[in-house]
């Protein structure tokens, strides 16, 4: 397969990051956003600051997908509040070979696509309270990447890369077709890119940090120094998690070290990142309850797992954006 054509859906702070390190690696790049994103990037580009060095890139910029064309590669980087709003546009810009990456957080749709077992086939509705998306994205074109990035953007726009850069591919069926190509294209952006056959075990444990902090981060307003920090918060944080290695641990799921493990030595001292929820929160977005929480405390009732931490932080948070809706 030879990629030269990559479209990326949703440029945001990572889709916005990743079009400026392919431009630099020589493709040819687009990015499918609203009017009013597409708009600024037409106007003035998009700005990344990484490792000391500041890259302006200037992709094609559209909120029509016809006007970009079929593409060799789609990126979606939407959040999940955009997926809909996505998948209307993947086919204006796929051929019937085109490999659709998905580079979201949370646990999938799919996720028990193929899984074996009484969960095999399982819908979950807090991802899909409809039942629609794997009928609007079949399985089989699912390439989905689980990234370990922090990218924040600034006031005026500009991207800025705090830390980390791995990236890892894989399907539902666990199969590697037409992975080792996709994985080039991002390893010649940058990216530490690893494919594997085990993509559920990758979505888990990045899942185990993302269902403790992004929601807690919500509700104190707080960067992740802060949070560790606090001792109390911390301590929640660490319940958190190993309930979620619980439930990972009864689906058949290695879940690494313990909470107590993982922060151990952490405190006000480290990495001052926002998680992207928090973000999300303060630019007005939509939050991913579903995938990052909600789905968690789902599967753990399937698998009767007791996560009485991880159901009051589900709780909280749910209250919080209804009380923001409310509010405006």
């Known amino acids: 397969m030879s990629i030269r054509k990559i479209c990326l859906v949703g440029p945001g702070a990572i889709g916005g990051m990743m079009a400026?390190?392919?431009?630099?690696?020589?493709?040819d790049v687009s990015t499918l956003a609203r009017p009013a994103k597409a708009a600024e990037i037409r106007r003035k580009g998009l700005t990344l600051k990484d490792g000391g060095q500041t890259y302006v890139g200037q992709p094609k910029a559209a909120s029509d997908p016809r006007e970009l064309g079929p593409q060799d590669l789609v990126v979606v980087t939407v959040k999940a509040a955009g997926l809909p709003w996505a998948i209307e546009h993947l086919a204006a810009l796929s051929t019937s070979t085109t490999p659709w990456v998905f580079v979201?957080?949370?646990?999938p749709w799919w996720f028990f696509d193929g899984f074996g077992g009484v969960l095999n086939g399982k819908a979950l509705t807090t991802i899909d309270p409809?039942?629609?998306?794997?009928?609007?994205?079949p399985a089989p074109r699912v390439i989905w990447g689980v990234i370990n990035c922090n990218v924040s953007i600034e006031p005026d726009g500009t991207l800025s890369h705090v830390h980390s850069n791995h990236l890892q591919l894989g399907r539902p069926d666990s199969l590697l077709s037409g992975l080792?190509?996709?994985?080039?294209?991002f390893r010649a952006a940058g990216y530490n890119t690893d494919v594997t056959a085990e993509i559920r075990q990758a979505i888990w444990s990045k899942l185990?940090?993302?269902?403790?902090f992004n929601p807690i981060s919500v509700l104190t307003m707080a960067t992740t120094n802060l949070m560790l920090g606090d001792p109390l918060v911390r301590e929640l944080a660490i319940k958190a998690l190993d309930e979620g290695r619980?439930?990972?641990a009864a689906l058949g799921l290695a879940g690494g070290p313990t909470g107590a493990?993982?922060?151990?030595?952490?405190g006000s001292g480290g990495v001052r990142?926002?998680?992207s929820m928090l973000a999300d929160i303060e630019r007005g977005r939509s939050l991913e309850i579903g995938p990052l929480v909600g789905a968690v405390v789902e599967i753990a009732d399937l698998v009767g797992v007791s996560v009485p931490f991880t159901k009051a932080i589900y709780g909280l948070i749910r209250l919080r954006t209804q009380t923001i809706a409310r509010e405006g």
């Open 20 to 27: 400026v390190h392919m431009l630099r690696a020589g493709y």
């Open 104 to 107: 979201m957080n949370g646990v």
């Open 130 to 137: 409809d039942g629609s998306l794997p009928r609007a994205i």
């Open 180 to 185: 080792a190509d996709v994985g080039e294209v």
């Open 208 to 212: 185990l940090v993302n269902m403790t």
């Open 246 to 248: 619980a439930v990972g």
């Open 261 to 266: 493990e993982r922060f151990a030595g952490a």
């Open 273 to 275: 990142a926002k998680t």
